[in-house]
């Protein structure tokens, strides 16, 4: 079964300190990763797209890294701010019938606080 | 540049009432998506469109219905409410399904309480 599961649910973190959020993934094929940051009350936006060939994509304070071996990729942030606080949604695309099928994970909720 | 616009933003209904949710992007995308967003649960699909005229059911389409008759807009109906449809709705689109399009441009969501 094709499934995406994210951890820790939630995480409240300090303002400057860095974090790191985990996607674990059984999706096959695999096709491509996505990360996504939600706003409360918006809609998600992506923040990096990871393919089978690359481990560590940067997009900012923002650095994604994938393990296809292990299935696993992470989301780290470094030097957090205010607007960090948000749900990241790890995507994992995997083709099925000819269709790139996306499957969402819950999201890891971050807190950051003054 | 709007995106993707997503009306009512929120919408009370009783159990059996029916509406329809509206989606608009103005960027010429041929795909299009419907997702409803449940507390700790992954977004999932309802129901989808690979162009004008065309629809797909999702993962989870039943008590849903949709419409494509423009390119750029994607309605999507209830028919007849249940309280198990209160949700948080995204619509989304992309341009294709190769690797590298098809990064989704959500709406905004739309909250939608059955009393």
């Known amino acids: 079964k094709n499934q995406v599961e994210q951890s820790p649910q939630s995480l409240i973190i300090l303002e400057g300190k860095n974090c790191t959020l985990q996607?674990?993934?059984?999706?096959?094929?695999?096709?491509?990763l996505r990360w996504y940051k939600q706003d409360t009350g918006r809609g998600p936006v992506s923040l990096t797209i990871?393919?089978?060939?690359?481990n560590t994509k940067s997009n900012g304070r923002y650095t994604a890294t994938l393990d296809a071996d292990t299935k696993q990729s992470s989301l780290h942030i470094t030097a957090s701010q205010l607007s960090d606080s948000a749900s990241y949604i790890c995507?994992?695309?995997?083709?099925?019938?000819?269709?790139?099928?996306?499957?969402f994970g819950a999201g890891t909720r971050l807190a950051v606080h003054p | 540049n709007a995106g993707v616009t997503q009306t009512p933003k929120f919408r009370v209904l009783k159990t059996g009432q029916s509406m329809t949710l509206l989606c608009a992007q103005d960027m010429n995308h041929e795909y299009m998506y419907w997702y409803r967003q449940d507390p700790g649960m992954g977004l999932r699909l309802i129901h989808y469109s690979v162009g004008e005229g065309t629809t797909a059911k999702g993962e989870v389409p039943d008590g849903y219905n949709v419409s494509r008759l423009k390119k750029q807009n994607f309605l999507l109906g209830l028919e007849s409410a249940a309280p198990s449809q209160t949700s948080v709705y995204f619509c989304?689109?992309?341009?294709?399904?190769?690797?590298?399009?098809?990064?989704?441009?959500f709406g905004a969501g739309s909250r939608l309480t059955v009393l």
């Open positions: 996607c674990n993934y059984t999706v096959s094929p695999f096709s491509n």
């Open positions: 995507v994992v695309s995997g083709v099925s019938g000819g269709y790139n099928k996306l499957i």
């Open positions: 989304a689109s992309n341009s294709g399904q190769n690797s590298g399009a098809n990064v989704l441009t």
């Open positions: 990871m393919t089978f060939s690359e």
